[in-house]
């Protein structure tokens, strides 16, 4: 195992799926990465990994787990769904993605004990069936601009044409507005906040910043996933995902942790309607 590197880059870790590999793209070739030389070494039990982020107010609690998965790390549901093909030329599954029948945004109605949403005011902004990239690797959540626009409508964010960006007094927004996904029946929320970048103003007011960056493709980055919990299966092609548990008091115990043999220890959905299948 390296300890360090002289190399003023950052590393990759290769454990994605085998047909979204560099050499798969440029020579045809698939490889067995870091996750399958795991389970061909007797190390884990499957090619499959779980990622919790910690929550924006913590940089020191996020947690990757090989071969295993923390039920701690979630509230509510933990469902597992099928991974699906990006694009409409090609059924290979080459990227961690779902898919995602609504985008909407709202206000938490109520919370339970744990400050998690308990019941919601949501507004829909997208609604369909469109393969939505689950990506720890970009930094914010990229989507297209209609999307954006409609984001920045319902919460009354300022477009500002020097710099690009839609803009908003920071004390004019409130901890209870989120920003949501469904995914085959399952909602997925992140507060608000989760989604913006502030400064100080000329004048000393703190200036909220709507940080989400313009895309062709649905792609919720770390932002987005800070809200989430999400277990990778890379021999059975699915995915589990679930709301992360926002709780700042939550801790992990061995108890918690269960090892994924052969499937993610979660729910299978029944709500597979409106699959996206090229």
């Known amino acids: 195992i390296g300890e360090e590197s002289t190399a003023d880059?950052?590393?990759?870790?290769?454990?994605?799926?085998?047909?979204?590999?560099?050499?798969?793209?440029?020579?045809?070739?698939?490889?067995?990465n870091f996750a399958f030389q795991l389970v061909k070494n007797g190390i884990t039990e499957s090619a499959a990994y779980s990622i919790g982020l910690a929550p924006i107010s913590d940089d020191n609690d996020s947690e990757f787990l090989l071969g295993a998965v923390d039920h701690s790390k979630y509230s509510g549901d933990f469902l597992r769904f099928p991974i699906s093909p990006v694009t409409a030329s090609s059924k290979l599954l080459s990227h961690v993605a779902v898919t995602l029948n609504e985008f909407y945004v709202g206000a938490a109605a109520s919370l339970d004990d744990d400050d998690n949403i308990d019941s919601i005011v949501k507004a829909p902004i997208y609604t369909g069936s469109s393969?939505?990239?689950?990506?720890?690797?970009?930094?914010?959540?990229?989507?297209?601009?209609?999307?954006?626009?409609?984001?920045?409508?319902?919460?009354?964010?300022?477009?500002?044409?020097?710099?690009?960006?839609?803009?908003?007094?920071?004390?004019?927004?409130?901890?209870?507005?989120?920003?949501?996904?469904?995914v085959q029946g399952l909602d997925l929320t992140v507060p608000l906040f989760y989604l913006l970048e502030s400064y100080e103003s000329d004048t000393g007011a703190?200036?909220?910043?709507?940080?989400?960056?313009?895309?062709?493709?649905?792609?919720l980055g770390d932002n987005f996933l800070r809200g989430l919990y999400m277990s990778v299966d890379l021999q059975n092609n699915e995915i589990a995902l679930g709301n992360a548990n926002l709780n700042p008091n939550a801790t992990s115990s061995d108890d918690d942790i269960e090892v994924i043999s052969d499937t993610i220890p979660a729910s299978t959905n029944e709500l597979y309607s409106s699959t996206y299948d090229p």
Request: with cysteine; proline share 4%; glycine share 8%.
């Open 131 to 182: 393969p939505v990239l689950l990506d720890t690797g970009a930094t914010v959540a990229n989507l297209p601009q209609s999307i954006i626009t409609r984001i920045a409508y319902q919460f009354d964010f300022t477009y500002d044409s020097s710099s690009g960006y839609y803009l908003k007094y920071c004390d004019e927004i409130t901890s209870d507005y989120f920003v949501g996904v469904n």
């Open 206 to 219: 703190e200036i909220c910043v709507l940080n989400i960056a313009p895309s062709n493709v649905l792609v």
């Open 9 to 32: 880059m950052a590393g990759i870790f290769g454990i994605g799926l085998p047909h979204g590999e560099a050499l798969y793209s440029s020579e045809g070739i698939t490889y067995e």
